[in-house]
């Protein structure tokens, strides 16, 4: 049965103060564009035919039927908004995030409509004037109060994104191996380690690993030296309160090289992209699969891993003793949405477009879809009656259950340090750690000059 605890949960999902030092550089520049409040009449809207361009990230064979939800959208959009229409751009999130949309800001010209990642980027681009304010759009649609939280994407009280859903992260474990072997999910960090231990003497992958892009890797990485170091120690690398250093956080870079070292990730993974680490998982070559919740679309009908319908489980990472904090905590957040192009208010007939890509994307129905056809948590609030008869699935039952039990929860490491700190640990340092170039110790003292030096940047 679904708790009542579910609807708070999605409400707290980034309780965690945001710290976003990379927006107070002091660099005078022009307010966010807010269409509305100028005083001035807009002029009414064109019908001549106009192109909207659309930046999703919605690639690959697992991602389909996000694709098709989205595809859904912009069709209603067509409909409503006389001369629209929609060229999509599809590009890997990664790609999107650290190169094409960076780029394209600092030129001026970002899609009319993208994917974007709420802290730190959104509150950057806000505070240059690159995204539309959608305060206005929100009160004027009658959503500004139905999302669970926005606060990724406010800058000084306006919201300049909307979260397309949430995520938690966790273990996938493969149910049928595990009762072949007479095992639960592990309820101690021990129990574990010996699985990992025993799986790896039966000859598979313990471990599903893919490390070519340096944020697969960190998911796991970042849950453990959360374990040891608290769920709140990475809020205060960019305060100073907390070094890389410290001796609890170097303790978990040492706890994920030993499982390197020990075999349990698949031989090469450095030269692995991330749809190889869903193949390990869906092939049974690998036993577990550490990932975030949106994996779950995986195991449906018509995708990658159908044939693991109804045998695949989903378990916390189990405390660790002597951690410190809360050890039921996990990564929870609301940081991937769609922003939109501060140019937008210029035009009277692609500010209708956005309007009417709102309205059709953030409503019951489309959340709903959301969760029951790609397994993405709802961005909005809706009533536990509505949850429960939507959810059906075996799988997001357990996940929720899971996401439930958690008392407390953390945003990813991106979202709360700087962005020459996540380029270190993502590009450097942890495939270093994992190929056997550096220590936890040398990988601590690295992370933490570049930590100082942008936060002496802000200071």
């Known amino acids: 049965m679904l708790k009542k605890k579910f609807g708070s949960m999605m409400s707290i999902m980034l309780a965690a103060s945001l710290t976003l030092a990379a927006c107070s550089s002091g660099k005078e ?7 509305g409040t100028s005083g001035e009449t807009p002029p009414a809207a064109s019908t001549e035919p106009f192109e909207m361009t659309l930046r999703h990230t919605q690639v690959g064979a697992d991602k389909q039927r996000r694709l098709a939800i989205l595809q859904d959208v912009i069709k209603k959009v067509e409909e409503e908004v006389e001369g629209a229409s929609f060229t999509l751009d599809g590009v890997d999130s990664d790609v999107n995030r650290k190169e094409k949309l960076r780029g394209e800001m600092a030129a001026g010209n970002p899609p009319d409509i993208f994917d974007l990642f709420g802290s730190p980027d959104a509150k950057v681009y806000a505070k240059e004037g690159m995204l539309l304010n959608l305060t206005p759009i929100l009160d004027e649609l009658g959503i500004s109060d139905k999302f669970s939280s926005l606060e990724p994407f406010i800058y ?220 993405v948590l709802p961005a909005m609030k ?24 958690s008392e407390t929860s953390f945003p990813a490491f991106d979202s709360l340090v700087q962005a020459d700190v996540t380029t270190e640990i993502s590009n450097i340092q942890i495939q270093k750690l994992i190929g056997g170039q550096t220590t936890p110790e040398k990988m601590a003292e690295d992370l933490q000059k570049v930590q100082e030096e942008a936060n002496s940047a802000v200071e």
Do not use: C
Not at 29 to 35: E, G
Not at 329 to 356: C, H, I, T, W
Not at 385 to 392: A, F, G, P, Q, S
């Open 382 to 405: 809706f009533d536990e009656e509505v949850l429960t008869k939507n959810i059906t699935d075996d799988l997001m039952k357990e996940i929720v259950a899971v996401l439930n039990a």
């Open 156 to 375: 000084e009280g306006n919201v300049y994104g909307l979260p397309i859903g949430g995520s938690g992260e966790g273990f996938f474990y493969n149910k049928e191996y595990y009762e072949s072997k007479g095992w639960k999910a592990p309820s101690t960090f021990a129990e574990l380690e010996q699985q990992l231990a025993d799986i790896k003497a039966d000859g598979k992958v313990p471990l599903a690993g893919a490390s070519k892009a340096g944020w697969v890797p960190l998911m796991l990485t970042n849950h453990l030296w959360s374990r040891y170091a608290g769920s709140d120690v990475t809020n205060k690398f960019a305060t100073g309160e907390a070094k890389w250093t410290d001796p609890a956080v170097v303790e978990a870079f040492g706890k994920y090289q030993e499982w390197v070292n020990n075999g349990y990730f698949k031989k090469g993974e450095l030269g692995f992209e991330y749809a190889e680490y869903t193949t390990q998982f869906t092939s049974g070559e690998a036993i577990l699969m550490y990932d975030g919740t949106w994996k779950s679309s995986v195991f449906k009908e018509g995708q990658s891993g159908e044939g693991l319908i109804g045998k695949v489980g989903f378990f916390n990472l189990p405390a660790v003793d002597g951690g410190a904090g809360d050890q039921t905590s996990l990564m929870r957040d609301v940081n991937n949405g769609y922003g939109f192009a501060a140019s937008v208010a210029e035009d009277p007939q692609k500010l209708a477009a956005v309007k009417s890509f709102i309205k059709n994307l953030y409503n019951e129905e489309m959340q709903i879809r959301g969760l029951v056809e790609d397994g």
């Open 29 to 35: 520049t022009p307010p966010a564009a807010d269409p």
